[in-house]
């Protein structure tokens, strides 16, 4: 039943490890986005695809890879994990030009 | 570039009451969409009302309303007889209909009903 899935819910690592988090969404939708929000709240998009195409990128370490093996699937790869990378990220799905994001229950990161 | 701000970091009402949260933004588009979110301590994102900018009518769901008054970017939410399950923080946020669809959220209030 579960729209939006996240694995894990939650990480704990050491710096300088490499750590994946995996969303898949079921509900048909052409467009996955990841978001991180920080310790203090706040969210911002970091990657955004549409059919499995790259169609956002904001300013984001090129330590942090996305990708998409098919369209109900968005993982997001992290290289050298370092202390502010702490935090929990948000997968989201939406039909392409619809306005309404539906969301993951998010995993957070704690990076030691 | 879009930016969404909430001046009110934290707020705090006693149960029935009527709360109001702030939330302006800054745009040079005219077509687009706003929401708010809820996020309770079990950090689910959860859409509590969206708006469509073209329309000049007030969305409103339940015991959520909004103001909004698109000349002045502004986009309040006006929770009425407020229940302890409304504690959580509550997100301001915004998307173009054109262009890149990515939210852009406000920094978040923290909403907590007093019992």
Redesign the interface.
């Known amino acids: 039943d579960t729209a939006v899935s996240q694995t894990p819910k939650y990480l704990v690592t050491q710096m300088g490890n490499d750590k994946s988090i995996k969303c898949e969404q079921n509900l048909g939708h052409d467009?996955m986005?990841w978001?991180k929000q920080d310790s203090?709240?706040?969210?911002?998009?970091m990657f955004?695809y549409n059919n499995k195409e790259l169609?956002?990128n904001?300013t984001v370490p090129n330590r942090f890879s996305p990708k998409s093996p098919d369209k109900a699937h968005l993982n997001l790869h992290i290289n050298s994990l370092e202390l502010g990378d702490s935090a929990?990220y948000?997968c989201?799905s939406?039909q392409?030009?619809s306005?309404?994001?539906f969301?993951g229950?998010?995993t957070?990161l704690t990076v030691l | 570039a879009q930016t969404v701000t909430q001046s009110q970091p934290e707020m705090s009402v006693q149960e029935a009451e009527t709360v109001t949260l702030s939330c302006t933004y800054d745009t040079s588009e005219s077509n687009y969409y706003l929401f708010w979110y809820k996020q309770p301590p079990s950090r689910q994102m959860i859409l509590v009302i969206r708006q469509e900018a073209y329309k000049q009518q007030n969305a409103t769901e339940n015991r959520f309303s909004v103001n909004f008054q698109k000349a002045a970017k502004s986009f309040s939410l006006k929770i009425s007889d407020s229940q302890l399950g409304d504690t959580a923080m509550y997100f301001c946020a915004f998307i173009l209909i054109q262009g890149a669809q990515k939210l852009v959220f406000g920094q978040g209030t923290r909403l907590t009903i007093n019992p």
């Not at chain 1, 203090?40 to 998009?45: G, N, R, V, Y």
Request: aromatic content about 24%; hydrophobic content about 40%.
């Open positions: 467009t986005y978001y203090k709240k706040f969210l911002k998009i955004s169609i956002i904001e929990v948000f989201a939406s392409v030009f306005n309404e994001q969301f229950p998010g957070r």
